[in-house]
Each structure stands twice: as C-alpha cells, then as structure tokens.
C-alpha cells in the first residue's frame, strides 16, 4: 500500500502496521472452550525499486519473512538487498555441492582413534568437498545446507558405503579396527534407513560389529519412541552408537540408560579448556563417571595438547582423537597403510 513519499517514512509505516498486526495476532482467542495465543513473523520490503515486479517484491518479502522466523520468531523484519545475495549463495553452493555428488567430487577422510595406551584402534570417517572454483568447502558449512536439502541422503550414502568397503577389506586381512559414521537426523529417519545399512553390509561384507554409528542428542530427543525402536533393530543387525558432541545438547542423564549405547563422545568444546579451566575439567570428569557407571566406552574428540591426553588418560578415558595424535586424511591412503600395501605402488581403487 502507499505508505508515505520517502522510504524512511514508508519504513517506519511498515513497521507500525506489523506491530499492530502482531498485537491483534497476540490476544488470547477462544476455541472450544481452550484459550489460545498466535504469533507471527512479518516480511516487509518497500517500494518502489528499478526494475522490480510484483513477484520480485514478494519474493523480497518472504525472503525477510524467513529471516524473522529465524531470528526468533514473532518478529518483524525487513528486506536487505544482503539478504538476496545470501539467498543466492546459498543457491549456487547447493547447485555446486549437487553437481559435486553426481561427478564424484566428494572424498572421504578418516581420523584415527586411539586407546589410552595409544593404540589406534580405528577412525572416524569425515565428508570432505573441494570445489573446483571455491578450494576446499568446510562440513560445518555444507552438512547443514545438505540436511536443509536433502543432499544429505545421496551424501550419507556414499560414507556409509566407503565405511562398509573398507570395513570388508580390513576384515578380510585379519585386521580388527573399527570405523565411525557420522548419521545426521535426516537420514536416520528416511523410512529404509535401516535396511540400507543391512544391504550395504551384505553387499560389501562388512562385520557389522564394527560399524559404530554417530548420531546426535538432538536426534535421540525427537520423536523417543521411534527413534528407540530403529535404534534397537540396527543394534540386533551388530551395530554399535555413539553419541557424538556430547554435553552440547539438551540431555537427560535418564535416557543414556533407556537406550542402546556403546559410546559417548565429548565435545572438543570442553576438551579443549582441560586441564586448565576447572568447570570444563569437571564436566570432562562428570562425564567420564557417568560413563563408567553406565559401562559406556568415551572417546574424546579434538584433543590437541600432550597435557589434554595426560590429563585424560589419568581420568580413564577410553579413547582419544585428536590433532595431536592424527589428523583427518584420505580414506584411501590410510586403509593402504592398513593393509599393509607398499607406498608409491599402482593401487586398485577400494
Ligand atoms: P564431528 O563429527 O564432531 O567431527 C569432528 C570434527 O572435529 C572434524 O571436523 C574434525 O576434523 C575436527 N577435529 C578433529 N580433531 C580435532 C582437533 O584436535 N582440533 C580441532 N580444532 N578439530 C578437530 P570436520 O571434518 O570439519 O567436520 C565437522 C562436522 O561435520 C563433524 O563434526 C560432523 O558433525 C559433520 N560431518 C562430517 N562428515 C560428516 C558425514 O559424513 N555425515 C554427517 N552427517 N556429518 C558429517
Ligand atoms: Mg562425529
Ligand atoms: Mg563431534
């Protein structure tokens, strides 16, 4: 609607329709005898602009409306030319990462874990991209962008193929290392999940057993009972869960009993203040306890610091990953190394 001459007025027009919108939306409302209350979250952007149409205004508007829900909720917020180029980005890295998993782009890293007397005793696996025009895409950045989209079922896949080859082959050798997958909440919840991670397993031959699954607290806490139930029958197929990030969730030490767990991983957050910051030391050591009483293996992640291994070891930890006993490195090379395959030889593909 005409709001005023300028944009400022316009904009502070805008914004006092919205509030009074949310106010009305705010009131208590009766149905059925229930009392209840609405929020919304408001778009706005002004015109007029060069060259724009009505789809471009309310493409505009939709775009500050998401950005409201994000921010919160029962908001109001405005339309910033930035935002559109966010929106693009974003766009062109999902088309990017796409193109990516159809020509084979995507690599997978390991990082190996250790026992606490510095044994390696297996790895987790890591998505790596590199895009040709970008260089290397961090996970923290893609993963969640592949969850939003979708891309995270094709992307799962492929780990969790790599994971069972790999596993088949070291088995094959006589060799007994574990691999660790990380399974984010999406794919967990795809209706074949399960029988995927069976079909690969009979596929490749992988022992089961050695297949440790990572998922999240927050996926633990959705949606309980299914959940608990698609655990259970992945753990009769042998294979093992792991809570990965641990402490960073919202947990109740409660469900930690009621499910079927081998392991938890804590947080590189709180590793890394140990054993200087007394309230991470003692989360570290709360959950070292928790996890003895449980009878649950603790790997702990991102240790970096020869007096962060000392100081972990002498708490019973388990295990150990970290920068200070290996890096993340290609898949390929590491199971060579496994396998005992000369260096600088002609290699099949695994
Ligand atoms: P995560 O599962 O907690 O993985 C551990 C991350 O910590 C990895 O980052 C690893 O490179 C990094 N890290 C290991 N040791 C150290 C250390 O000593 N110091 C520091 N500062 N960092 C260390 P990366 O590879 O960037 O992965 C980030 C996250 O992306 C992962 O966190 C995981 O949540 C997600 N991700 C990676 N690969 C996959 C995947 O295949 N599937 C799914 N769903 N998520 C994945
Ligand atoms: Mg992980
Ligand atoms: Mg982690």
């Known amino acids: 609607g005409q709001l005023g001459g300028d944009?400022?007025?316009?904009?502070?027009?805008?914004?006092?329709?919205?509030?009074?919108?949310?106010?009305?939306?705010?009131?208590?409302?009766?149905?059925d005898g229930s009392s209840y209350v609405s929020t919304a979250s408001i778009g706005i952007t002004l015109f007029p602009k060069d060259r724009e149409g009505v789809d471009d205004l309310l493409r505009e508007a939709d775009i500050a409306m998401y950005r409201a829900k994000?921010?919160?909720?029962?908001?109001?917020?405005?339309?910033?030319?930035?935002?559109?180029?966010?929106?693009?980005?974003?766009?062109?890295?999902?088309?990017?990462?796409?193109?990516?998993?159809?020509?084979?782009g995507i690599d997978v890293h390991v990082q190996p874990q250790f026992d606490a007397d510095g044994q390696e005793v297996g790895g987790e696996l890591l998505l790596r991209w590199l895009d040709p025009a970008?260089?290397?895409?961090?996970?923290?950045?893609?993963?969640?962008?592949?969850?939003?989209?979708?891309?995270?079922?094709?992307?799962?896949?492929?780990?969790?193929?790599?994971a069972c080859q790999a596993l088949a082959r070291l088995h094959a050798a006589g060799r007994e290392l574990h691999l660790s997958v990380n399974v984010s909440p999406r794919q967990f919840r795809r209706d074949d999940f399960v029988e995927r991670v069976q079909e690969l397993l009979h596929e490749t031959g992988a022992p089961a057993g050695s297949l440790i699954l990572e998922v999240t607290e927050g996926l633990l806490i959705e949606n309980w009972e299914s959940t608990l139930a698609r655990?259970?029958?992945?753990?009769?197929?042998?294979?093992?869960?792991?809570?990965?990030?641990?402490?960073?969730?919202?947990?109740?030490l409660g469900y930690l009993k009621k499910l079927p767990l081998y392991e938890l991983k804590i947080d590189r957050g709180?590793?890394?203040?140990?054993?200087?910051?007394?309230?991470?030391?003692?989360i570290v050591q709360a959950i070292l306890s928790v996890a003895r009483h449980l009878g649950l293996h603790v790997v702990a992640e991102g240790v970096e610091t020869q007096a962060q291994a000392d100081f972990l070891r002498a708490n019973h930890c388990g295990g150990l990953q970290?920068?200070?006993?290996?890096?993340p490195q290609p898949l390929a090379d590491w199971l060579d190394r496994q396998l005992g395959v000369p260096e600088g030889l002609p290699l099949a593909a695994d």
């Open 134 to 162: 970008r260089g290397p895409v961090s996970p923290a950045r893609f993963i969640p962008l592949a969850e939003e989209t979708g891309l995270i079922l094709p992307l799962g896949d492929i780990v969790l193929r790599r």
């Open 231 to 252: 655990m259970q029958r992945l753990v009769a197929l042998g294979v093992r869960f792991s809570i990965d990030d641990f402490g960073t969730g919202y947990s109740s």
């Open 70 to 104: 994000e921010a919160g909720r029962n908001r109001v917020a405005f339309f910033a030319a930035a935002m559109q180029a966010e929106v693009e980005e974003r766009l062109a890295l999902e088309q990017a990462l796409q193109r990516a998993i159809v020509a084979g």
């Open 322 to 327: 970290g920068f200070l006993l290996a890096r």
């Open 270 to 282: 709180f590793v890394a203040d140990t054993p200087d910051d007394p309230s991470d030391t003692a």
């Open 7 to 31: 944009l400022e007025a316009g904009r502070r027009h805008a914004r006092a329709v919205a509030d009074k919108l949310r106010e009305v939306l705010a009131r208590p409302c009766e149905l």
